[in-house]
């Protein structure tokens, strides 16, 4: 099956400073994701970005799907962005969605 | 508009009791799973289905079991409850296979 990797895997930055959090997948894929689990475990959607770029406010997405990466870029960071970024794709067949093992990002006051 | 509803979200149990974890979602999604969430990891996928009285397993689906009655409800049930089974459990759910996921809060499980 499709495989996930993240990259960092943990990442600590001081506040206000600016991150790339990088996400490759094994196989083709025609959807991906990436979601914010905050400190309380609650999992966010940030984007649904299957190719191309998409922006919501400090954060941007970049998928090149012919590459098989995804990056997600964090600019200007609070402690609230604190926790870990998951990004997931469905596998082959399409039924099953991969996570990855996540980047957990400490952002320090 | 609630989303993806999880209950309980907290839930302690002895090893070989059962259990039913519930899920619904009341968006009119034809698409919901169920995962789970080990420390340190990402989420695996348990059960899954595409609709109305359709499930299929996912990567860990020993020891759970799933239904689905109808388009709003997917309950996880245990029905031996092992100490292996202690994580946390997450209900998605999506228009279809292809489309974002939407994820509940989460139900923090502990078999002693």
């Known amino acids: 099956g499709i495989q996930v990797e993240q990259s960092p895997p943990d990442l600590i930055l001081q506040e206000g400073a600016n991150s790339t959090l990088r996400c490759n997948f094994s196989d083709s894929v025609n959807n991906l994701q990436w979601f914010h689990q905050n400190p309380w475990g609650q999992l966010i959607n940030l984007f649904y970005i299957p190719s191309g770029t998409k922006q919501n406010g400090r954060l941007s997405a970049t998928t090149v799907a012919t590459e098989r990466y995804s990056l997600l870029y964090i600019s200007s960071s609070q402690t609230t962005d604190s926790g870990v970024y998951f990004c997931?794709?469905?596998?082959?067949?399409?039924?099953?969605?991969?996570f990855g093992a996540g980047t957990r990002l400490f952002v320090k006051a | 508009n609630a989303g993806v509803t999880q209950t309980p979200k907290f839930q302690v149990l002895k090893t070989g009791q059962s259990m039913t974890l519930q899920c619904a979602q009341d968006?009119?999604?034809?698409?919901m799973s169920w995962y789970r969430q080990d420390p340190g990891m990402g989420l695996r996928l348990i059960h899954y289905s595409v609709g109305a009285g359709i499930t299929d397993q996912g990567e860990v689906p020993n020891g759970y079991n799933v239904s689905r009655s109808t388009t709003e409800d997917f309950p996880l049930r245990l029905l031996s409850a092992a100490p292996s089974q202690t994580s946390v459990y997450f209900c998605?759910?999506?228009?279809?296979?292809?489309?974002?996921?939407?994820f509940g809060d989460g139900t923090r499980l502990s078999i002693l």
């Open positions: 998605a759910s999506s228009t279809d296979r292809y489309q974002p996921q939407h």
């Open positions: 997931a794709v469905p596998n082959t067949g399409g039924f099953k969605t991969i």
């Open positions: 968006m009119n999604h034809e698409y």
